[in-house]
C-alpha cells in the first residue's frame, strides 16, 4: 500500500507540474492579439467565477448553510473585507447555520 | 535600477501574505477530510507538498481512497489543472525576460489565487513572483499538517463549515474586481450562467464537472474580449 501512495502521489505531482510550467517555458514571444491579450486578462475572474458557482452550494453539509455562507461573503466582500475575515465569517455563518438546523448530535 | 533580490522576494512576499493566511484553513479542511476519509497522515501532508493546488489534490485523494488506477488518477487530476495552462499561458506574457531554469521554478507558485495577485502586479519580476507563492505555499503545508494531525479529533460540524473557505477566498477575490469594471461583472456573471447550465441542464449536466469548468470559462473570457477587447499594453482586470 505504501508503493501504491507513493506512486500515485507522484503521478498528481506530475500532471500538476506540467500544465503549469509548459506554457510558461514555451511561449516566449509577446502575443500580439488584442483579443487574445483581452482574453488571458479576463480568464481569472472566469475560471474563479465558474469554480464557485454551482459548486459552493455543495461544499457545507446543507444547500441552506452554504448560502447562507454564500450571502455572508458576498456582503463582507462587498463592504471592502480581505480574503481571511471573508472565508473565517462565512465559515462562521456555515457553522452557526448548521448548529440550528442540525443541533450538537451532528 | 532595479531593487535587490531580497527587497523584490519580501515585497511579493508580503503581498501574498493575506493568501498565505487563507489557505491555511482550505488545506486544514482537506486534510481533515483525507484522514478521515482513510489516508495515512503523511501521504496528505506529501500530497500537499508536491501538489500545491485544491481542486486537483481534492480529486486525487477521493481516487486513492478508492483505489484507482494510476491512469484514472492522472487523467482525471490533469482534466481539473488544465485551467493552469491558461494561467500560465498569460503569466508568461509578464515574464518573457526570465531565463528558464527560473520559469521552470517558478511555475510551481502557478494557482488560482498567486496568478491572480501576480497579474495585477505591475513590473513582476522573478523574486517578486517566488516571494509571492512562498508564503502562500508554507501556509498551505503548514494548514495541511495541523489538519492531518487534527483530522482524527475534530467535529464533522467544523469540518463541514471550512468546506466553504476556499469559495469565500474566491468570492473575495472577485468582488472588489466587478465592483471596479463593468466588461469583469460581465465576465463573471457570463461564467456563472455556463457554469450553472452545464451543472443542471439536461445533457449538458452529463459532461465531466472540471471540463464544464474550462468550457465556462474559456466561453466567458471569449465572449468578453469579444464584447470589450482592453486597450494599451496593460490591462485593467
Known sequence: ?106 | MKESRSKRFWDGFRYGAPIMLGYAPVSFAFAVGAVGSGLPWWVVILISMTNFTSAGQQAGAGLMVANSAWYEIGATVFVVNIRYMLMSLSLSQRMLQLPLTKKLLLANGVTDEIYYLAMKKDGLTGWFFAGLSAGPYLGWVGGTVLGALAGAILPASIASALGIALYAMFIAIVVPEIKKSHPALFVCMTAIALSVMLAYLPGLSLIPSSWSLIIAAVGAAALGAWLFPMDGEEAAV
Open chain 1, 1 to 106: 500500500m505504501t508503493v501504491y501512495y507513493l506512486l500515485m502521489v507522484l503521478v498528481m505531482a506530475v500532471v500538476t507540474y506540467i500544465p503549469r510550467a509548459f506554457p510558461l517555458a514555451l511561449c516566449r514571444k509577446p502575443i500580439k492579439s488584442r483579443f487574445v491579450r483581452s482574453f488571458l486578462e479576463y480568464m481569472p475572474i472566469a475560471v474563479l467565477a465558474a469554480m464557485t458557482f454551482p459548486a459552493i452550494f455543495t461544499s457545507t453539509a446543507s444547500v441552506l448553510s452554504a448560502s447562507i455562507g454564500m450571502v455572508v461573503a458576498l456582503v463582507f466582500s462587498y463592504l471592502g473585507f480581505n480574503l481571511l475575515p471573508v472565508a473565517l465569517l462565512s465559515s462562521a455563518a456555515v457553522f452557526i447555520t448548521e448548529f440550528v438546523q442540525f443541533g450538537w448530535h451532528f
